[in-house]
């Protein structure tokens, strides 16, 4: 079998991965441990999100075409790929917090619902909290004043009352 034959599925398989993703993060390992990379890898795991390591080359070819082509020219070096097809910020968060618990591992760059971004980009995506705290907090604030202009109106109907 030829090399090319050998290497199409692994090609596939990466297109498919990304074939829906709302965002794929590109991550330098260079330096973590075993037990961190179990870690790291049980905890995309449990969050949905798919963290593999292919070859540069075949991520390159998986990537033409695609929202992801602009994470070309960081294929550098070690390069593992976070992908996420549910919560767009959510490769970019577990990396950051791995980070800030001493690991060794950083961002390399990423694509965030079709907008690249470098690595001070991402580390600001990582800030962004998920969608559901986001609308939580947008229906607390909007929460608040109804339910103090209600109150301001049973106070106004008690005092009436009196």
Excluded: C, H
């Excluded at 330096?31 to 593999?52: F, H």
């Excluded at 909290?129 to 109150?151: D, K, Y």
Aim: charged residues 25%; without cysteine; hydrophobic residues 45%.
């Amino acid at each position: 079998m030829a090399k090319v034959e050998l290497k199409a599925p692994i090609v596939q398989e990466i297109s498919e991965l990304l074939s829906d993703a709302a965002a794929a993060v590109l991550v330098d390992y260079r330096g973590i441990t075993v037990d961190a990379d179990t870690k790291l890898r049980k905890e995309m795991r449990q969050n949905g999100v798919t963290y593999r390591v292919y070859k540069n080359t075949l991520l390159n070819i998986a990537m033409k075409g695609t929202p992801f082509e602009a994470l070309s020219g960081d294929l550098n070096g070690p390069t593992a790929i976070a992908v996420s097809k549910g919560d767009a910020t959510l490769p970019a968060r577990i990396i950051t917090n791995f980070d800030k618990k001493g690991e060794v591992i950083k961002l390399k760059a990423g694509v965030v619902e079709g907008t690249y971004y470098d690595q001070k980009g991402m580390n600001a995506v990582a800030l962004i909290p998920s969608r559901e705290v986001l609308l939580g907090r947008l229906f607390g604030s909007m929460q608040s004043p109804i339910t103090n202009f209600a109150r301001v109106l049973k106070q106004m109907a008690e005092k009436q009352e009196a």
